[in-house]
């Protein structure tokens, strides 16, 4: 079985992953869903499991450009690996998990956006398109354990570090393992030499942050990572979205949000509260 030894600069992108055995055909995908001062405990619990269980890569991806554009550097960068594991829950506005997905399915048009993309900016305008073909050559399958936004059941697939570790090692078994419908097994590297790419023009752009009130729709979908997202209308606004807009701009508290008040979004109000200020 082929196997290679990734390049001196591997991985050539920084972010908020674990480096694990170079020669494993399995990166681990966390999505997520809040913002990095407020990274929830069972999510950095399941980038360690995928990483303790044999990954070659295990962590997080918050955004549907920079972020993905950053894996399919780091990816390509290492033709060991040839499996993704998408798990957490998907972020609404963004909707990384679902641009990841349509990517590896349907690729990206002529300005590099990704087909049927419901995201804000699925444009990977940081990466050439040959490292877009590549990625999607190189990996053959994504293993989709991708939870709804604002699930918290940490027995679902996407949410249980013990299937992220199963998932992993059936990626790296000799013979085809089935596991939640897929079959894998570790098929060797990509037969092309790896690509070492980094995204230095987008690493030397200043870091741009929007203040509240200055875009409405923006703040709006900030705040959205943070309430139930169960869209039950009992604040009056038809999703919790719409209530996320105008709590942004002050025509709503919340106190109108009565899910907010229970003991499962104590945090989330603590956060939703320190973004107000």
Known sequence: MLKVKPPDGYPPEQGRYVRGNDYSPVAVCVILDTFD???????????????????ALSGLLQTENIGIEKMICNV?????V?????????????????????LKQKGVDKYKRVIDSTALTPTLSNVPMELIDRFNKQIVTIV?????????????????????????????????????????????AYPEPAILHQMVAVLQQPKQSVEP????????????????????????????????????????????????????????????????E
């Open 213 to 276: 009130g200055k875009d409405k729709m923006s703040t709006g979908l900030m705040l959205h990572k943070f309430l139930p997202q169960s869209d039950c209308q009992k604040c009056g606004k038809r999703n919790c979205l719409a209530f996320a807009i105008d709590l942004g701009k002050g025509k709503l508290h919340l106190e109108d949000c009565p899910v907010l008040d229970q003991p499962d979004f104590a945090e989330n109000r603590k956060v939703l509260a320190k973004l107000l």
């Open 76 to 80: 390509v960068a290492n033709p060991n």
């Open 144 to 188: 989709n354990l991708l939870c709804k936004p604002g699930e918290r059941d940490t027995k679902a697939p996407g949410l249980n570090p013990t299937v992220i570790a199963e998932a992993v090692k059936a990626c790296y078994q000799e013979e085809a393992t089935p596991f939640m419908g897929y079959q894998l097994y570790d098929i060797g």
């Open 37 to 55: 001062f407020a990274i929830p405990s069972e999510l950095n619990e399941l980038a360690m499991s995928g990483i303790d269980s044999g990954a």
């Open 82 to 102: 040839r499996y993704i594991v998408l798990c957490g829950r998907e972020s609404s506005g963004h909707m990384p998990g679902e641009t990841l997905l349509l």
